[in-house]
Nanobody, 117 residues
Framework: QVQLVESGGGLVQPGGSLRLSCAASGRIFSSYGMGWYRQAPGKQRELVASITGGGITNYADSVKGRFTISRDNAKNTVTVYLQMNSLRPEDTAVYYC?????????WGQGTQVTVSS
C-alpha cells in the first residue's frame, strides 16, 4: 500500500502563487510515476502535470509555462511538488496527488485551491 498526503492548498488572489506538496509513503519507490490532477465543481478530473521516475515531465496545455512539477526521491519516500504561478480563477479546483506503477494506482485525499479576489 501507498499513502499520499497533500498539503499547500488555500486561497490566493489572481496572479499569485502556491506550492503544493505530496508526501508518499509505504511501498513507494522511485520508479513510480507521480502526477497532479484537479477537479473543479461539475467537471471531470483532469491531468495537470506528471513526472516519471526518470524525471520526464508532462503538462496540460492550460498550465504550461505557469506550473512546474518536481520530485524528491528518498529511501522509502517520494515527495512531489507542484509550483503554481500566475494563478487564474479557472485554476480553482480540488487538486489530487496520484502515484502509478504498472497496475497500481493510488490517490491522495485532495487539497482545495481557490483563486479569487
Amino acid at each position: 500500500q501507498v499513502q499520499l498526503v497533500e498539503s499547500g492548498g488555500g486561497l490566493v488572489q489572481p496572479g499569485g502563487s502556491l506550492r503544493l506538496s505530496c508526501a508518499a509513503s509505504g511501498r513507494i519507490f522511485s520508479s513510480y510515476g507521480m502526477g497532479w490532477y484537479r477537479q473543479a465543481p461539475g467537471k471531470q478530473r483532469e491531468l495537470v502535470a506528471s513526472i516519471t521516475g526518470g524525471g520526464i515531465t508532462n503538462y496540460a496545455d492550460s498550465v504550461k509555462g505557469r506550473f512546474t512539477i518536481s520530485r524528491d526521491n528518498a529511501k522509502n519516500t517520494v515527495t512531489v511538488y507542484l509550483q503554481m504561478n500566475s494563478l487564474r480563477p479557472e485554476d480553482t479546483a480540488v487538486y489530487y496527488c496520484n502515484a502509478k506503477w504498472t497496475i497500481l494506482n493510488y490517490w491522495g485525499q485532495g487539497t482545495q485551491v481557490t483563486v479569487s479576489s
